[in-house]
């Protein structure tokens, strides 16, 4: 039986291929936009992620923003006005079909998004206060992988009103996390691994989660204030949850004591941390609980 070449699946997967690339876009334009100031560098990115993308040339939008970016680019420099025209046309295009859910569609808007607050290798206040009015709006990502983790770096860099260099270094660390660097012409993937190499960051609780319990499975790690884990899983259990000892894809919560916890801010570490991170990359909804957040919500329960 022959083997099939790449380009013979393409026809099968290309509705996902171009709306996530379509999603991808429409968040790379929107950082790009974002602090009102575009740089040659960020205008290259662009360029350069569109001519990437050049086999999707015949479907919309692709087939309108392709033919603009090509004549801009044929003297091997884009001007200022050729940098207005590409970015107001991506901005302007509307996709109405839908491929993927509302979730996934967002989280793909988010990752171009990030890609285009780095795309010239900084990271701005105006960038970062335009992510948190977009997370603000978007708070029915809560759950999702990497909402929680941007939520709660934002919240402690944001809590004193002022932002550190090494606050600034940390968000582009964990950003570069969801930049795709083979369809960058600017970033490198070897100088964010140094930077996430220094701002190192296991996992992250979540801020202010809602928390349930009816069917709901628990597991725990980590010491705890309040008790035991057993007399933990008891707790639980009364309040309609389950209790176990082992973070697999079907759990709900994964909650992290904080005793003797050399915490920084909501960082946090461990073997079921890692796990749960893991598990969450892959699209399962874990979340990572603070114990405080835990047993506020058990007190809740309890007055009810």
Not at 37 to 46: A, R
Not at 81 to 104: G, H, P, Q
Not at 161 to 189: K, P, W
């Amino acid at each position: 039986m022959p083997v099939k070449e790449p380009e013979q699946y393409r026809q099968f997967t290309q509705p996902a291929e171009l709306h996530k690339a379509v999603n991808t876009l429409r968040g790379l334009v929107a950082g790009i936009n974002s602090d009102l100031d575009v740089t040659t560098n960020e205008v290259t990115e662009l360029v350069h992620w569109c001519q990437l993308h050049a086999h999707l040339r015949h479907r919309h939008p692709f087939s309108e923003i392709l033919p603009v970016v090509e004549q801009a680019t044929e003297d091997g420099v884009v001007t200022e006005e050729e940098a207005k025209d590409i970015l107001w046309l991506c901005n302007n295009f509307v996709d109405t079909s839908v491929y993927y859910d509302v979730v996934t569609s967002s989280i793909q808007f988010l990752a171009g998004m990030l890609h285009g607050f780095l795309a010239d290798g900084e990271l701005s206040d105006r960038e970062i206060m335009a992510l948190r009015s977009w997370m603000d709006a978007n708070q029915f990502l809560a759950g999702t992988y990497p909402f929680d983790e941007i939520n709660s770096l934002l919240y402690v860099v944001l809590e004193d009103r002022r932002i550190t260099r090494e606050e600034r270094e940390q968000l582009m660390a964990f950003f570069g996390n969801s930049v795709d660097f083979t369809a960058s012409y600017n970033l490198s993937e070897a100088s964010f691994s140094r930077l996430r190499e220094q701002y190192s960051i296991g996992g992250i609780c979540a801020v202010c989660p809602e928390i349930t319990f009816e069917g709901k499975v628990f597991c725990f790690t980590g010491e705890f204030y309040r008790g035991k884990r057993a007399e933990i899983a008891q707790t639980v259990a009364q309040l309609g949850g389950i209790a176990r000892t082992a973070v697999s894809a079907k759990t709900h919560y994964l909650v992290v004591g904080n005793a003797g916890n050399p915490c920084w801010a909501y960082a946090c570490y461990g073997r079921k941390i890692e796990q749960a991170v893991s598990l969450r990359k892959e699209g399962a909804g874990i979340i990572i609980v603070n114990e405080t957040d835990f047993w506020d919500a058990v007190d809740d329960m309890e007055l009810l």
